[in-house]
Every structure is written in structure tokens, then in C-alpha cells.
């Protein structure tokens, strides 16, 4: 620091070693444990389909049965209206949904052994496991397969956990003998997650995994499905969710609410089991503190109420499905489940209304902010930081092009990367040019 005539320092240069060297262990916990979001792209939902019923032509069948059913029901319009959307905001999302339904209509694709697959006799799903590998291979080699794609497997409660270990097995072993290497957007989910060591163990065979397969320490991660409560409250008071996560030692990539089985343990009538009851929140709400600062992922859970048989059925569940849908991006989870092809145009109509609807402030604030525009709000780097992100989520899910980054704020899709995740507060200030 520059040196002056009328300084009158009273720290010395071994006080404020003492005090670096004391923090040492702090400065090294939030770097290694809290490094902050990673960048990675997180898709706007999981589809779960029970494993034995997928083929590499599943997504473009769900985009059509979902495309049948908004022509069956009134068309995009009526999509529109049960998502509560204003003309002037259905005008820009319609197309945009209807052009999603036919390119990309599932981001996320998990292929289930678990519940939605249910207990089948040895030999079935190790076949089911091997084959459900083989036509995955070959939707990715035809170019078919979602962004991100992969499998639950049973979890690690006694009865199961051998089990699903060796279905684990045999589909990435599968996958590997056919592609030579695993596809980049490969999803692990495990579930029923009850305690740290269960946590521990799964490490330990990813591990084991990537050692007899030759693949790199950390390839495989894994996302924890959150559905009891003693990952919520465990019998000391604390919050096992949290030491989850750390114990997966960079593993874990995500937390995902389920719905009904946490609901159920909490011995929550079938009547009123749903991601926006109270118990849910509170669930979600320790997850989101739980996660905070670091690199893992939040997903929301599903409704089993799906848009099914006549037309005002059809139209009181989408109203439910996109209810809960803005509902969880209000509340800073910006993915969930669905389990019906009939739930994509509402999962996309209200999603790409969130981004928007928000579209021409947070451009307007964020092109002001790193101008230094003078302005009615006065932003500092964290709300930078989080409008940021809120453009790049738009941009990844199609609500949002880059050409609008540009013309409203002046910014193009890598200027905003970098204020979404700088490595200081001055990074913010990117320059214009």
C-alpha cells in the first residue's frame, strides 16, 4: 500500500499475519467447500420414465403427444390462459413453446429402476439394465439423446442396495463397452437418501467404479434425492442434508425434493400431499440454505395430477402444473419434475414466461449497472451477480436470445457469463467493446 507523511498505521505487518494465519483454515473452507455456482447449465426439469419402456424416440414422442394435446385442448392459447399469462406476454411465449415442444422437449431424462420400474426378478432388470444401456448407446451416437440423460437405481437400504448397486453396474459398464467413454451429460440419481454415511458409501463405490473401469477419480457424481425426514432433522438436531453434501467430496451435483414419499413419512393425508404444502417448504427451504454458496443443484418435485381426459380436466391440471411451476421459480428452484407428456407445454409456458416477464428490467438494470448509468435503483455486485444468472438460465432454455442481450442491455452472452461468475467484485465492470 502506498506509503504517506501523515499515516498513522497502528496494525504492523505481524499483526495482520497473525490474523491471516489464523483465518487460514476459514480462507481454505470456503474455497474448496463453498467455490459457488460452477456455471454449468441446469435443465428446467426431469422426466422420469420407468427404465424397460425407453427408446432413443421417446423425447421426440413426447413432444408430439405433447403437441396433440395442446391441439386437442384449445391450442396454445388455452395452454397460455391456464398459466395466467397476459396477451402481451403469451404473444412472445406461444411460439417459443410449440418451437421447444419440437426440437428439444426434454432437457432431463431419467430412465427409473426404482419406484417407477418397482421389484422384478433378478435376471429381468439385470437385462432391463443392460438393454436400457445399449439403446441410450444408440441415441447418442444418432444424436437423438436429451442434453442430460442417465438412471436411478434402487437405493441403499438393505433389501435394495445390492441390488441397485448391480444395476448401477451393468449400465455404465453397458455404456461404456459400446461408446468407449460415458456421454457428457450423464445423470446418477440416488435415492432415499437417510443419512451421511449412506452418502460415504455411495462415494466409495463410485470409487470402486471409476477404478476398475479406468475412468478419472471424480467422473462419476451422483444427485441425492431428498424424500425422508431424517435427512431434513437427523436424531442429534441436525441437518444431515447439509454434511451430505460435503461428504460427497465433490460428487454430488444436485439435491431433488420428492414429493410424495417425504410427504407420506410425515404421515401427510394422500389428499394433501403436494410440492407447495407446508412441509415441502420447509424441506426445500433447509435444501436451499444447505446448498448455498455451493456448486450443487435444487429440484423441485412433481404433481401426480396430470392433464388427462376431457378438455376442463385437462385445463385444471395444466392451471395446477404451471401454478407450481411459477410458484418454484419465485422461490429460486429453477427445476422440477414431470412425469406426463401432457405436463411439457405448461412446464414451458410458465418458465419461459418467467424469463419474459422480467426480461426488460433485468436487462435495463444490468446494462445500467455495468455503465454506471445513473438509475432509479442502485445495484451492487451480488444483485449483478443474480440478474446475470437470470439471463443465462433464459438463454440455455430458449425463453431468451442473444440478439435481445445485446440490444437491451449491450451485453453479449459471454459478457454476462462473466458478471454471472466472476472471480471478484471489480470483474463485475466488464467492458462494453
Known amino acids: 500500500m502506498p506509503e504517506s507523511s501523515d499515516a498513522a498505521e497502528l496494525l504492523r505487518g505481524a499483526d495482520l499475519a497473525a490474523l491471516d494465519a489464523r483465518l487460514e483454515s476459514t480462507d481454505q473452507l470456503l474455497e474448496t467447500r463453498f467455490p459457488g455456482d460452477d456455471g454449468r447449465r441446469q435443465p428446467v426439469h426431469t422426466v422420469y420414465v420407468p427404465a424397460d419402456r425407453y427408446h ?34 403469451a404473444a412472445e411465449v406461444a411460439p417459443r413453446v410449440l418451437a421447444k415442444l419440437r426440437s428439444d422437449p426434454i432437457e432431463d431424462l431419467r430412465l427409473d429402476f426404482e419406484d417407477g420400474y418397482g421389484q422384478r426378478p433378478d435376471a429381468e432388470e439385470d437385462g432391463d439394465a443392460v438393454a436400457t444401456a445399449q439403446r441410450l448407446a444408440d441415441a447418442v451416437t444418432q444424436g437423438v439423446a436429451p442434453a442430460f440423460v442417465g438412471l436411478r437405481f434402487k437405493c441403499f437400504e438393505a433389501p435394495t442396495r445390492r441390488r441397485g448397486l448391480r444395476t448401477l453396474d451393468l449400465f455404465l459398464g453397458t455404456l461404456l463397452r459400446r461408446l468407449g467413454t460415458l456421454p457428457d451429460g450423464l445423470v446418477i440419481t440416488f435415492p432415499k437418501v437417510s443419512t451421511v454415511s449412506q452418502v460415504e458409501a455411495m462415494v466409495d463405490a463410485c470409487e470402486r467404479l471409476e477404478a476398475a473401469a479406468g475412468l478419472p477419480a471424480g467422473r462419476l457424481r451422483f444427485e441425492i434425492q431428498v424424500e425422508t425426514p431424517q435427512l ?7 441437518h444431515p442434508v447439509a454434511a451430505a453434501i460435503h461428504a460427497g467430496r465433490g460428487r454430488v451435483s444436485a439435491l431433488h425434493y420428492g414429493t410424495y414419499d417425504y410427504s407420506a413419512s ?5 389428499e394433501y400431499q403436494s410440492s407447495d404444502h407446508p412441509a415441502a417448504d420447509f424441506a426445500k427451504q433447509v435444501m436451499q440454505v444447505a446448498v448455498a ?11 401426480n395430477v396430470l392433464p388427462l381426459g376431457d378438455t376442463a380436466q385437462v385445463e385444471v391440471a395444466w392451471r395446477l402444473h404451471a401454478g407450481l411451476v411459477q410458484r418454484a421459480l419465485e422461490r429460486g428452484f429453477y427445476q422440477g419434475w414431470d412425469l406426463h ?32 448509468a445513473d438509475s432509479q435503483i442502485l445495484d451492487e455486485p451480488a444483485t449483478a451477480r443474480a440478474l446475470a444468472r437470470y439471463l443465462q438460465r433464459g438463454l440455455s432454455c430458449g425463453a431468451v436470445e442473444e440478439t435481445e442481450l445485446v440490444a437491451g442491455s449491450g451485453l453479449t452472452a459471454s459478457q454476462v457469463a462473466t458478471l454471472a461468475r466472476p472471480r471478484s467484485d471489480t470483474e463485475n465492470l466488464v467492458p462494453l467493446s
Not at 410425515?266 to 394422500?270: E, F, G
Not at 454458496?293 to 404433481?303: A, E, F, I, M, Q
Open 56 to 89: 432413443p424416440d421417446l423425447p421426440a414422442q413426447w413432444g408430439a403427444a405433447a403437441t396433440a394435446c395442446v391441439e386437442a385442448n384449445g391450442g396454445i392459447e388455452a395452454v397460455c390462459r391456464a398459466a395466467g399469462l397476459d396477451d402481451a406476454i
Open 232 to 238: 431434513i432433522i437427523g436424531p442429534a438436531g441436525d
Open 266 to 270: 410425515l404421515q401427510i393425508s394422500a
Open 293 to 303: 454458496g455451493t456448486t450443487v443443484h435444487l429440484s423441485d418435485g412433481s404433481t
Open 341 to 372: 407428456p401432457h405436463q411439457l407445454p405448461t412446464r414451458y409456458a410458465a418458465t419461459f414466461a418467467f424469463y419474459r416477464h422480467g426480461l426488460p428490467r433485468a436487462l435495463s438494470r444490468l446494462g445500467n449497472y455495468v455503465s454506471r
